[in-house]
């Protein structure tokens, strides 16, 4: 049977590549809607080669744009018209790709109509992580990982029995590192959050929310040849390991699948030409980003949120130049010290640490926070 599927961020990295997967397998899928920012020539050819029935873009101009070129299509704008995608009859499944916190909203509205959720945007179970789960809860809902991290620990555990663990015995996690390599081809946001570990560190909260784990039961070890993706360590000692060459158009293509797997005709991993596999713990003083999400994680409440988004203005800033590399960790570490978080947060209040932290960001950045701010919209 086809899968019908909406792709939000359909321009970014990991859109592009769920369009090959999608073009790999026509007898298995079809495109019900798109969504992405500002980049609406590249989502012209994507309506062109799939024809959706319906596409979002940032601003109302380019919708109008474009729904005079493609009178067939429902064109919306903005995060409403995210949402609109999100929550489309036709869709069975939302493959969520935006960068930032402007995802939270959207896999909220795909999860209240009953669509399954395929997650690759971070930024969304860091900031708003117990808010999904009660969503989760409430809608009975489903959300499938496509981070390679936690499609890995994710196909490890399945068929595993884990509700008789206490959290003490809980299987060690260890989301394995990608930082560096030379075959990841990621959006820029994610590029920068590679080279400061915060991209680890946004991955441990995210396996907080996916796999329900106390932060002392995830641990991150460097792997520099990225062949292992995670291991996951049970009460006997037992370890599983996920295993590929690093390319995303596996664990996207395992998310859309699950639980089948289809063939693919990617390049394959050979054991005997893999040489040493090494791993070793991260340098936690030259990586403060990563103890700096450790941290917001144990205090919990609005904490994570207001660190994704002071992370989000200092990648922001740090890309147009107005900050160096190494303010970045301190400017997160500045607004967290300055952030009267509040424990069991609802929406709204996920909602002001986010408006809150970027201001004080950009403030204690000395620029005008107008520039850098891109909030989540209510
Ligand atoms: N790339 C990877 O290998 C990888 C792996 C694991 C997880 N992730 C996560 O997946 C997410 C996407 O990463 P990426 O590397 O694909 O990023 P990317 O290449 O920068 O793409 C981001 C996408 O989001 C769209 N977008 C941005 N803001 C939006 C908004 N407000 N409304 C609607 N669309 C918006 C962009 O549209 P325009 O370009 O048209 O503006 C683009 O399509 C991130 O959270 C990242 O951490 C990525």
């Known amino acids: 049977m086809t899968k019908n599927i909406a792709i939000l961020g359909s321009t970014g990295s990991i859109g592009r590549q769920t369009l090959e997967v999608v073009s790999a397998h026509p007898e298995s899928f079809a495109v019900a809607g798109l969504a992405c920012g500002v980049n609406i020539q590249e989502l012209r050819g994507q309506i062109r ?12 101009a380019d919708a109008h744009v474009l729904q005079k ?43 209240s109509h009953g669509k399954t ?17 009660k969503h989760l809860l409430m809608y009975r809902g489903a959300l499938i990982p496509v981070d390679s991290e936690h499609s890995a620990i994710f196909q490890c555990l399945k068929g595993e029995n884990r509700r008789q663990l206490s959290p003490e015995q809980l299987d060690k996690v260890r989301p394995e590192d990608a930082l560096k390599h030379p075959t990841w081809l990621m959006g820029a946001k994610i590029t920068i959050d590679s080279a400061t570990m915060m991209n ?11 796999f329900d784990l106390p932060a002392t039961a995830i641990e991150v070890v460097i792997h520099p040849q990225s062949i292992i993706h995670s291991m996951v360590e049970f009460q006997d000692g037992s370890v599983l390991a996920h295993m590929s060459l690093p390319d995303m158009r596996l664990p996207i293509q395992y998310a859309l699948t699950y639980p089948e797997r289809l063939s ?12 040493t596999l090494t791993f070793f713990p991260p340098d936690r003083k030259k990586f ?25 203005v200092s990648v922001e800033l740090f890309l147009s130049k107005r900050i160096g590399f190494s303010a970045i960790p301190s400017l997160i570490a500045k607004v967290l010290e300055a952030h009267k978080g509040i424990m069991e947060p609802d929406m709204e209040d996920i909602l002001e640490a986010d408006r809150w932290a970027r201001e004080e960001a950009s403030h204690h950045a000395g ?12």
Request: charge should be negative; charged fraction near 15%; hydrophobic fraction near 50%.
């Open 200 to 210: 680890k560190g946004l991955e441990v909260i995210e396996a907080r929310w996916l």
């Open 49 to 60: 080669e799939v024809r959706p029935s319906a596409v979002s873009v940032a601003s109302e």
């Open 367 to 378: 620029a005008s926070h107008h520039a850098v701010a891109r909030m989540i919209q209510p």
């Open 117 to 133: 959720v395929l997650l690759a945007n971070k930024e969304t179970l860091v900031a708003g992580g117990s808010v999904v789960r």
């Open 288 to 312: 403060p980003c990563l103890d700096l999400a450790y941290g917001a994680l144990e205090k919990g409440g609005t904490w994570p949120a207001a660190m994704n988004a002071a992370n989000e």
């Open 69 to 111: 070129e493609f009178p067939t299509v429902s064109c919306f704008w903005g995060p409403e018209g995210l949402c609109r995608i999100a929550s489309l009859p036709q869709a069975d499944c939302v493959l969520v790709a935006v960068v930032g916190s402007a995802g939270l909203r959207a896999v909220l509205e795909a999860i």
């Open 264 to 275: 693919s005709s990617w390049p394959r991993m050979n054991p005997a030409q893999l040489g």
